[in-house]
């Protein structure tokens, strides 16, 4: 059974950083697109970062410049890395694998930026 487990999430205050990790495990992880949303209350999910196989990655426009996604592929692991953290990125942040043929998602891990 295929398993992506995040970690890193928690408390930080305003301008703070986080460094979220999310390994998987049961998938040829070098070939799937991954990925990192998140989900506010009240709020759909909504994509914040995606990198490719190829390591080319995308962003939300809401993070560009603060939020970095990266993955090494010996460790099946895909992190990002959060800095000038807002109130307003606070939410469950969940790991995606995807290819043509699967998507798989995280359970999540709550990410809260607060003073």
């Known amino acids: 059974q295929v398993q992506l487990v995040e970690s890193g999430g928690g408390l930080v205050q305003p301008g703070g950083s986080l460094r979220l990790s999310c390994a998987a495990s049961r998938i040829i992880f070098s070939i799937y697109n991954m990925g990192w949303y998140r989900q506010a209350p009240g709020k759909q999910r909504e994509l914040v970062a995606t990198?490719?196989?190829?390591?080319?990655?995308n962003y939300a426009d809401s993070v560009k410049g603060r939020f970095t996604i990266s993955r090494d592929n010996a460790r099946n692991t895909v992190y990002l890395q959060m800095n000038s953290l807002k109130p307003e990125d606070t939410a469950v942040y969940f790991c995606n694998a995807g290819s043509l043929r699967d998507n798989y998602w995280g359970q999540g891990t709550q990410v809260t930026v607060s003073s």
């Open positions: 990198i490719t196989p190829g390591r080319i990655t």
